[in-house]
């Protein structure tokens, strides 16, 4: 079975206040002994953010958010974590798959194609 490790977080966005804002993360997520990382994608919102959204569209789609009452990154680490415990499957793409569901995958929707189809795909917009 392929085991999921969190190799680390980076934040885009001053994590030092979080009231009514949002910080976007990104986790580095590796199989277990892998030298690389794939990028899982998520959001950081406080109750006033999600408040101050819902006045304004009174709707809102939580995948791949954290809504916290105060900013902690090792409590991030923890979900993420339990998260990943949950994900260990077979192989490396059905763990990414399974982690998908919860963070957003830099490799989700992606159509991989062979040099054939890229040239038929290049002649049919030319």
Known sequence: MVIPV???IDFIGS????NN?????TAYIAEEGDMGADCFHFQVISFEYLA?????NNIFDGRATFI???????LLEVEINNI???CIRPTWDEVAKAVNRHLKWEYDNI????SKEVLTKLDEDN
Request: proline letters at 0%.
């Open 21 to 25: 804002s949002k910080i976007r993360g």
């Open 68 to 74: 916290v009452e105060k900013f902690d990154v090792n």
């Open 52 to 56: 101050r959204l819902l006045s304004e």
């Open 6 to 8: 969190l190799k680390g």
């Open 15 to 18: 994590t030092a206040d979080l």
């Open 84 to 86: 990943l415990k949950d």
């Open 111 to 114: 159509k991989y194609m062979t």
